[in-house]
Structure formats: structure tokens, C-alpha cells
């Protein structure tokens, strides 16, 4: 019953009922608490001993990649988490998101492909998350985060030059890495768009966000109303214009998986669009 209850085994018998009879209530709490120390102190070298083989046996058998971070070329930031050498995913994430993206999407994903031998990096885009962090407005632009995404490619490719090299975008990020895989020398052999948007301004060309885009151009800075107030500039706005990515992406040959949920509230062009323009 005491061992069910957390207590450690009895290692010998303890004093009787008898031999305590004649002890005052102090002396016999004194002489219970010392026998149960005394006990302790012998079961701790066997705890000690269980808890060291279980460690030895644990690292003998774990083989869990190491994850560093790093600072790019470009000066963005990005973790690296090294599972092989031979297969890497390049991981961009959404718009105002940060590295490990939200709900730590992008950290989950990336102990997932360790745990298949793919290695991966994902790189923080300059002047979103971060500058959210810093209680900044957005003001990268769609040419800063190819930018970006290419630093992080440009690392892999420069210290495996013959691993396989995928792409991962999510959100704004499916553009980004779509714009990238068709200037990118050499080329990478797969990707995967994650609830992408189809063209960069897709991302704020909702009608609920036109007031806020407006004062962006008009003022310098706009205030959308997303999952929190986020502030962005003309500059990021501007950065957004012109970008018609489907038409160049006929361009690309690798691999292609899209998936998206049926409530996404970006536009639902995967299977047509998209699909249409990878042929």
C-alpha cells in the first residue's frame, strides 16, 4: 500500500510495535522519520544506478538530429535541423508569420522529416513576424522574401550540392516558393504548397481589408484587421503589385503536391489553376 502511494520499498524491517511501547509520542516520530531516511539513503544508490542505465540505453538507442540556427546571407535568420545529407526541404512560411509558423506548424513538420532522414531549414522572411515581434509594421516586399528563401536554398545547395532539394511553402509562402523554383539554378526536384495563395495579392485583396490598404498608400501605413491588428506599409503593399506568378510557372518540372482545406478562405484554384499552369 505505501509503495502504491509513491513511498519507496521498505529495504528492512522497521522497529515494532513493541519496542515502542514505552517511548513518548516525540521519540517514537523521531526514531519513525530516522528508520525512513536510513532507507532512503540505501534505495538512492539502486535509483541512481536505474536512472543512469536508462540514460546510457536511451542515447545508445536515440538518434534525434541536432537543430541549430544560423544567420543567412541576406541577414535573416534560420534554424537548421540536420537529419542526412542526401534530402532537404526548404521551408517558407506565411504571411506576418514566423519561422516555426503558427501553432509551431513548421517545428513539427521539421522533427516529422527527421524522423524520416530529411533534413530541413526554415528561414524567418525579414520585416514580417520578426518586425511584429519588435512592434513593427510588415514591410518586406514579395522580391525580399524570394530573397530570403533563396539564402536558405543557396546554404543547402552550397554544403550538399548533391542532395535532393525540396520546396515547402504555406500561405503566402506557396508563392514565394513557386517564384523561386523557377529561377533557381540548379533545380530543385520537388514541392509542396500548403493552403497557398495563387498570386501575391491575394493575400490582402479582400474587400474587408481595402480601407486599411488604402491608408497604406495613402498615409504610409495601413492597419489590417487579421487574427490581430497588423500594421503595414506602402512599401509592403507596392511590394505586392505586379507579381503574376502562374504564367511563369509552367516553367517548373519537379514534383508538385497542393493541399488545402475546404474552408480556406484564400482562392480555391489548386486542381485548376495551378494544376493547368504545372502541365
Same mark, same amino acid.
Given at each position: 500500500?505505501?509503495?502504491?502511494?509513491?513511498?519507496?520499498?521498505?529495504?528492512?524491517?522497521?522497529?515494532?510495535?513493541?519496542?515502542?511501547?514505552?517511548?513518548?509520542?516525540?521519540?517514537?516520530?523521531?526514531?519513525?522519520?530516522?528508520?525512513?531516511?536510513?532507507?532512503?539513503?540505501?534505495?538512492?544508490?539502486?535509483?541512481?544506478?536505474?536512472?543512469?542505465?536508462?540514460?546510457?540505453?536511451?542515447?545508445?538507442?536515440?538518434?534525434?538530429?541536432?537543430?541549430?540556427?544560423?544567420?543567412?546571407?541576406?541577414?535573416?535568420?534560420?534554424?537548421?535541423?540536420?537529419?542526412?545529407?542526401?534530402?532537404?526541404?526548404?521551408?517558407?512560411?506565411?504571411?506576418?508569420?514566423?519561422? #516555426?509558423? !503558427?501553432? *509551431?506548424?513548421?517545428?513539427?513538420? =521539421?522533427? @516529422?522529416? /527527421?524522423? %524520416?532522414?530529411?533534413?530541413? &531549414?526554415?528561414?524567418?522572411?525579414?520585416?514580417?513576424?520578426?518586425?511584429?515581434?519588435?512592434?513593427?509594421?510588415?514591410?518586406?516586399?514579395?522580391?525580399?522574401?524570394?530573397?530570403?528563401?533563396?539564402?536558405?536554398?543557396?546554404?543547402?545547395?552550397?554544403?550538399?550540392?548533391?542532395?535532393?532539394?525540396?520546396?515547402?511553402?504555406?500561405?503566402?509562402?506557396?508563392?514565394?516558393?513557386?517564384?523561386?523554383?523557377?529561377?533557381?539554378?540548379?533545380?530543385?526536384?520537388?514541392?509542396?504548397?500548403?493552403?497557398?495563395?495563387?498570386?501575391?495579392? #491575394?493575400? !490582402?485583396? *479582400?474587400?474587408?481589408?481595402?480601407? =486599411?490598404? @488604402?491608408? /497604406?498608400? %495613402?498615409?504610409?501605413?495601413? &492597419?489590417?484587421?487579421?487574427?490581430?491588428?497588423?500594421?503595414?506599409?506602402?512599401?509592403?503593399?507596392?511590394?505586392?503589385?505586379?507579381?503574376?506568378?502562374?504564367?511563369?510557372?509552367?516553367?517548373?518540372?519537379?514534383?508538385?503536391?497542393?493541399?488545402?482545406?475546404?474552408?480556406?478562405?484564400?482562392?480555391?484554384?489548386?486542381?485548376?489553376?495551378?494544376?493547368?499552369?504545372?502541365?
Amino acid at each position: 500500500p505505501k509503495q502504491q502511494r509513491g513511498h519507496l520499498p521498505m529495504l528492512e524491517r522497521g522497529p515494532t510495535r513493541n519496542s515502542l511501547a514505552n517511548v513518548d509520542r516525540d521519540q517514537r516520530m523521531k526514531m519513525k522519520w530516522r528508520h525512513r531516511l536510513r532507507n532512503r539513503a540505501r534505495a538512492l544508490p539502486i535509483m541512481g544506478l536505474a536512472i543512469l542505465l536508462s540514460a546510457l540505453v536511451g542515447s545508445a538507442f536515440s538518434n534525434e538530429p541536432s537543430q541549430t540556427t544560423l544567420t543567412l546571407d541576406t541577414g535573416a535568420r534560420a534554424k537548421v535541423v540536420n537529419a542526412s545529407d542526401d534530402a532537404w526541404v526548404v521551408m517558407v512560411h506565411g504571411w506576418s508569420g514566423v519561422l #516555426d509558423e !503558427v501553432g *509551431d506548424l513548421y517545428l513539427r513538420q =521539421a522533427d @516529422r522529416l /527527421a524522423s %524520416e532522414g530529411i533534413s530541413s &531549414i526554415r528561414v524567418q522572411i525579414q520585416g514580417e513576424g520578426d518586425a511584429l515581434a519588435r512592434g513593427e509594421p510588415l514591410d518586406s516586399t514579395f522580391s525580399s522574401r524570394v530573397a530570403d528563401a533563396r539564402s536558405a536554398l543557396q546554404w543547402v545547395q552550397d554544403r550538399y550540392p548533391k542532395a535532393q532539394v525540396g520546396l515547402l511553402g504555406f500561405s503566402y509562402g506557396g508563392p514565394t516558393v513557386m517564384r523561386l523554383a523557377v529561377t533557381s539554378e540548379p533545380e530543385v526536384q520537388s514541392m509542396v504548397l500548403w493552403s497557398s495563395a495563387l498570386n501575391p495579392i #491575394d493575400i !490582402v485583396k *479582400d474587400e474587408s481589408q481595402a480601407g =486599411a490598404v @488604402r491608408d /497604406a498608400l %495613402e498615409t504610409g501605413v495601413g &492597419i489590417i484587421k487579421s487574427w490581430m491588428p497588423i500594421a503595414v506599409t506602402r512599401r509592403h503593399v507596392l511590394g505586392m503589385l505586379g507579381e503574376s506568378i502562374l504564367p511563369e510557372f509552367s516553367a517548373y518540372q519537379g514534383a508538385l503536391l497542393t493541399i488545402r482545406g475546404s474552408n480556406d478562405y484564400l482562392p480555391q484554384g489548386d486542381p485548376v489553376k495551378i494544376g493547368r499552369a504545372h502541365v
